[in-house]
């Protein structure tokens, strides 16, 4: 198959989830946030190679599809983690020690804020607040809430996902 984006071959079998989506959704303007939202729940992340068949499906240039997929934090060009670890920054984790949380993340995984492992196990993102001070220091891995963490512990947490 030759994507209708840009003449490039692409194996039609890796649109296949796409043109699933498409099937939900009529080419209108305002379908653009949810096929986006579908397309990235079906690769797990936002291939250029996806938006630009979305934009040539839907007609909307690509750099707007850019523009929207750019401005949402929701969205994600990049291939993610299984295990998305979320580091509260917050002022409660904060005074109670966040930062050496943090530290000890990056030492282990060997990755920084908003990065993933080669091995695509683990993304690693500080965030203003989960809404859980009485645990302070708190992180969440994916919906996983794990709290008064210390370096030994939150290594523990670590372990239990690799």
């Known amino acids: 198959m030759t994507c209708a984006c840009n003449g490039e071959k692409t194996d039609e079998k890796f649109f ?9 959704y009529e080419t209108d303007e305002k379908n653009l946030i949810p096929v986006l939202q579908n397309a990235q729940d079906a690769y797990g ?61 990056q030492e282990e995984l060997g990755i920084n804020d908003g990065e993933t492992t080669e091995d695509l196990k683990f993304t690693l993102e500080r965030v ?3 809404g859980a001070c009485g645990l302070a220091p708190v992180i969440m891995v994916n919906d996983n809430t794990h709290g008064r963490l210390t370096p030994d512990k939150t290594r523990e947490v670590l372990d239990t996902y690799r």
């Open 128 to 130: 203003a607040c989960i």
């Open 45 to 105: 992340y936002l291939p250029e190679e996806v938006l630009k068949e979305i934009s040539s499906y839907m007609k909307i240039p690509l750099c707007k599809v850019y523009g929207v997929v750019t401005f949402y934090t929701q969205f994600h060009l990049e291939p993610r983690g299984d295990n998305i670890i979320r580091v509260c920054m917050g002022t409660a984790c904060h005074v109670r020690g966040a930062g050496d949380v943090y530290d000890v993340i």
């Open 16 to 24: 296949e989830p796409l043109y699933k989506v498409f099937e939900e």
